[in-house]
C-alpha cells in the first residue's frame, strides 16, 4: 500500500502544467498531514495555504492563529478569508462549504491546482448521504479526483487512501492538529453517518469503503457516457443565446424520451453555469412545459433560474431580481445601468438617430402608447409592435423606451427599433444598445447572462 507521501509525489509529478499549488487548509487531521507532506516534497511551483474562517466556533480564533504559525513554521504562504455564512435553507454545512468554495474560486488563477484532503472514507460518507437523498449517478461519483474550478483546478490525490494511514502518520511525525468540537455533534448527517454508521459498516463488511469507492468509479463512467449523449442532443436542439439567457429549439426537446431529455436539459443548465435541476423540477417541467396544451403561459423556476417557452422555444431564463426600472434622465454620453440592464449608443452609419442637446428620458413603455417605427407607415401601438417583432413575453414591460428630453415623442425602443419621426435620413447617427447586466453580478455568476 503507498504511503500519502509517494501517493502524492506521485500525484504531483503526472501533473507538470500546474504553475502553482494551493491547498485547502482547516488545521485539522487530514489537511494537516497534507500540508506537512507537501512541506517535505519541496516543490518547485509556488504553495499557497488558504484557511476560511467560518465564524461558526468560538474557538475559530485560536484555529486561525494556529494555522499561521504552522505555515510559519514550515516556511509556507498563509492566506486566510473570513467568511459570513448565508443559510439558504440546506444547513449550515452547504452554507460553510458554499462559502469555503467561494473563497477559492476568487483566489485561483489559470494554471493553478488546489489540492483537498479528502480520503476514501470521506468517500464513503458522501456516497451514502447522496444515496439517503436519491441522486443519480452523477451523484453517486461522489467526489471526482479533479474538476476544473473558478480559472484552475480541484485536486484530491488522497481518495484511494484510508484516515487511519493520515492517521498512523501524523502520530509518527509528531504533527499537531486542531479538533474542531463540531465533528463530535451527531446533528450533522455526515457526524452521524462517521460515529454510528460507518464504524458499523466496517464491523460487517471490513473493507466496504473500497468497494464503494469502486462503486463510484462505475457511476461516474456511466454519468460520462450520458455526457457524451446529452452533448450530441444539444447540437441537434440548435441552443443559442439570448438577449438575456439561452434557448433550445422545443420540438426537438419533446422528441426526446423523457429521460433523455431530463439527461439533456440537466447538461444544458450546467453547461449554462446555472443550478441543476432536481427531480421534482424535471417533473414539472414534463407537465407544465412539455406536455402542456399552452406551455407559453407557463414557468418552472428553481434557484436563480426560471424555464418557459415562446415560439417554439425552450429559454431558460433569469428570475427577475428587480422591479422594472423607475423613469431617468441620461445624457447619453456614456454607459448607464437601468434597473438590471446596461444602455450605451453605438454610432452607426445609417438608420440611426441623433443625440438632443438635452438628452434623453429612458422610461417603460405606458398602456395604450404608440409609435410608428421607420419601417411602417402609420403608428401602432407598442403592444401590438412588440408582439410583431418577437420579443419574448418576460421582456415586454423591460424594453427601455428613449424619448427626447422635455419631449413625448418616442425615439427608439430598445434596439429593436427607430422611431420615423427620429431617424436620421442620411449620414452616421446612433442606436441605442441593450444588455442584461445586473448591478448584483459576481464573479462567481457564470451563466449564459451577458455581463454576469
Known amino acids: 500500500m503507498d504511503s500519502p507521501v509517494d501517493t502524492l509525489q506521485q500525484f504531483v509529478a503526472q501533473r507538470p502544467q ?20 507537501l512541506a517535505r516534497l519541496k516543490l518547485t511551483q509556488p504553495l499557497l495555504a488558504i484557511h476560511v474562517h467560518h465564524n461558526l466556533s468560538p474557538r475559530a480564533d485560536s484555529w486561525q492563529a494556529h494555522c499561521r504559525a504552522t505555515c510559519a513554521a514550515l516556511g509556507i504562504t498563509f492566506h486566510t478569508a473570513n467568511v459570513q455564512l448565508t443559510d439558504t435553507g440546506k444547513g449550515l454545512e452547504d452554507a460553510a462549504r458554499t462559502a469555503r468554495y467561494r473563497v ?13 484532503a479528502h480520503h476514501r472514507d470521506d468517500q464513503a460518507e458522501t456516497l451514502l448521504l447522496r444515496l439517503l437523498r436519491g441522486s443519480g449517478p452523477k451523484g453517486l461519483a461522489a467526489m471526482p479526483e ?8 480541484l485536486y484530491r490525490p488522497w481518495l484511494g487512501l484510508e484516515r487511519a494511514q493520515l492517521l498512523q502518520l501524523a502520530q509518527q511525525w509528531g504533527i499537531d492538529w486542531v479538533e474542531d468540537e463540531s465533528n463530535l455533534s451527531q446533528d450533522f448527517d455526515r457526524n452521524y453517518l462517521r460515529h454510528q454508521v460507518m464504524p458499523a ?9 473500497q468497494r464503494w469507492q469502486q462503486s463510484a468509479r462505475l457511476c461516474g463512467q456511466y454519468d460520462a457516457l450520458a455526457e457524451q449523449v446529452a452533448a450530441q442532443d444539444l447540437q441537434l436542439a440548435e441552443p443559442r443565446p439570448e438577449r438575456c439567457g439561452a434557448s433550445l429549439d422545443l420540438p426537438a426537446v419533446k422528441a426526446l424520451d423523457p429521460f433523455r431529455r431530463g439527461n439533456l436539459l440537466r447538461h444544458w443548465v450546467a ?3 446555472l443550478e441543476m435541476p432536481e427531480q421534482v423540477h424535471l417533473q414539472e417541467i414534463e407537465t407544465q412545459l412539455i406536455n402542456a396544451a399552452e ?13 418557459r417557452c415562446y415560439r417554439q422555444r425552450l429559454y431558460a431564463i433569469p428570475q427577475w431580481r428587480e422591479p422594472a426600472p423607475a423613469p431617468r ?6 454607459p448607464v445601468h437601468w434597473g438590471c440592464w446596461q444602455l450605451s449608443l453605438q454610432p452607426v452609419n445609417a438608420g440611426g438617430f441623433s443625440i438632443p442637446a438635452a438628452g434623453f428620458t429612458l422610461a417603460r413603455r405606458q398602456p395604450g402608447e404608440r409609435c410608428q417605427p421607420s419601417w ?18 418576460w421582456l415586454r414591460d423591460q424594453v427601455p423606451i428613449l424619448r427626447a428630453s422635455g419631449s413625448d415623442a418616442i425615439v427608439a425602443v430598445g434596439d429593436l427599433w427607430v422611431c420615423r419621426d427620429a431617424l436620421v435620413e442620411q449620414g452616421p447617427g446612433y442606436r441605442l444598445q441593450w444588455c442584461y447586466r445586473p448591478r448584483d453580478a459576481t464573479a462567481d455568476h457564470s451563466g449564459p447572462y451577458p455581463g454576469e
Do not use: I, M
Open 295 to 307: 406551455p407559453d403561459v407557463a414557468e418552472v423556476r428553481w434557484g436563480r433560474l426560471a424555464l
Open 201 to 209: 459498516l466496517q464491523q460487517r463488511w471490513p473493507g466496504f469503503s
Open 146 to 153: 479533479q474538476r476544473p474550478l473558478g480559472r484552475g483546478n
Open 104 to 116: 477559492f474560486k476568487q483566489l485561483l488563477q489559470a494554471g493553478d491546482g488546489l489540492l483537498l
Open 329 to 334: 434622465a441620461w445624457s447619453g454620453a456614456e
Open 271 to 273: 453547461s449554462l453555469g
Open 376 to 393: 411602417r407607415n402609420h403608428s401602432q401601438t407598442l403592444k401590438k409592435l412588440l408582439q410583431e417583432v418577437g420579443l419574448e413575453p
Open 18 to 37: 500546474v504553475q502553482r499549488w494551493l491547498v485547502a487548509y482547516s488545521g485539522g487531521l487530514d489537511s494537516t498531514v497534507l500540508l506537512h507532506c
